[in-house]
């Protein structure tokens, strides 16, 4: 089959660069070159053979993906039995380049739980396609993955969110879609799934209930949580008052720069999803209000509620493991 033919890959409206993806030992240069891209990067056949490398290196074989947004590394540093494998280490990967990323791959059990962790992902403003940003999670499929976890750092709209809660996401607003901007951009791969994809039920409702009864069994964290409609904007500025309040027209709870892409690529296999935004700040809704976004803060806000955060991802993957059969499905 000509790879041309099945790439799945889109750069962002021909106008994305791709950086630091490490290739034969070679980095590319950084330089735009979308039509390149578009025609050989995230193909089928490389995304088994990245799946292959990780396969013969561990014995894991995971059953769900976590994707630890800022600040929650946390998550991959409680599993055991680990298997580690540096982002700049695995053929064709791109590199985490924000600080609170810390760019490697983790397999290893939560409870017991074959798991694959990303520590660090890969944002559009990093200068990757959103098809570049999401290839991770089509990897955590050939590899045997049926479900995936994506957590991420987010703004609060909603004014009655604080900093530190917890927001489940319900349902997302694909606002980079609008403007013609998807990780499905390009050719289709069958075996990927299929051309058009329905997004009704993206967010798993029973893993929702999951964690909200998860949430009542753990002290203090059921006034933490909080459920609501996730929107990601390209970054890596944050918003100004105007665009804040039109989020809130649009429904939106919480804003952030990730986890849209990647779980659009996630149902496109197949894959049950589950996500949730820490609120690491309130979004500056009006001209008096000081605006007061530090990335580094929310970083910090992340390792303050680590325990908690662990305690609820655990939980999740705990019911994910009653769930799934132990055959595995890796190729
Ligand atoms: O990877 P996530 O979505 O958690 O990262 C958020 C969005 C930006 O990358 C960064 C802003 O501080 O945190
Ligand atoms: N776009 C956006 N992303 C964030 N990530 C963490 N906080 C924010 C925010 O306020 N806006």
């Known amino acids: 089959m000509n790879v041309n033919e099945v790439s799945v890959n889109g750069s962002a409206n021909g106008v994305s660069c791709e950086s630091g993806t ?3 030992g070679k980095r590319s240069n950084g330089l735009c070159n979308p039509v390149k891209d578009n025609s050989s990067y995230g193909s089928y056949e490389m995304v088994e053979e990245i799946a292959t ?3 013969e290196r561990t014995r894991i ?4 993906g976590i994707i630890c947004g800022s600040g929650l590394g946390c998550l991959a540093d409680q599993l055991t039995d ?9 053929p064709h990967f791109p590199v985490s380049t924000v600080a609170g990323h810390r760019g490697r791959l983790v397999f290893g059990r939560l409870g ?3 798991v694959v962790c990303m520590q660090g992902r890969f944002h559009y403003y990093e200068g990757y396609s959103l098809a570049k940003c999401s290839m991770p999670v089509r990897v955590m499929r050939l590899v045997g993955c049926t479900h995936l976890i994506a ?3 987010a703004g609060a709209i909603n004014s009655r969110f604080r900093v530190g809660d917890i927001m489940l996401i319900r349902d997302h607003v694909n606002l980079m879609g609008f403007a013609g901007n998807c990780p499905l951009l390009g050719p289709n791969d069958d075996r990927f799934g299929p051309r058009f994809l329905g997004m009704a039920k993206a967010y798993e409702p029973a893993l929702l209930a999951v964690a909200k009864g998860a949430a009542r069994q753990m002290p203090g964290m059921d006034d933490l949580l909080h459920e609501g409609v996730y929107c990601c904007v390209g970054g890596p500025n944050f918003e100004t008052v105007a665009e804040g309040r039109l989020m809130a027209l649009l429904g939106v709870d919480a804003i952030g720069m990730s986890t849209v892409h990647e779980i659009i690529t996630a149902r496109h296999c197949g894959m049950t999803c589950f ?8 979004c500056t809704m009006s001209y008096d209000e000081e605006e007061e976004h530090c990335h580094e803060t929310f970083v910090d806000v992340g390792r303050q509620l680590e325990g908690r955060i662990c305690e609820l991802v655990a939980r999740v ?5 009653e769930s799934c059969s132990e055959t595995p499905l890796a190729k």
């Open 22 to 24: 490490k290739s034969a």
């Open 53 to 55: 490398y990780l396969l």
């Open 61 to 64: 074989r995971p059953r769900c």
């Open 82 to 90: 680990v298997d580690s494998f540096d982002y700049d280490a695995i």
């Open 112 to 114: 017991g739980v074959p």
């Open 151 to 153: 957590t991420n750092a």
């Open 275 to 282: 996500a949730f935004s820490l609120i690491t700040n309130m």
């Open 317 to 321: 993957v705990a019911s994910i493991g």
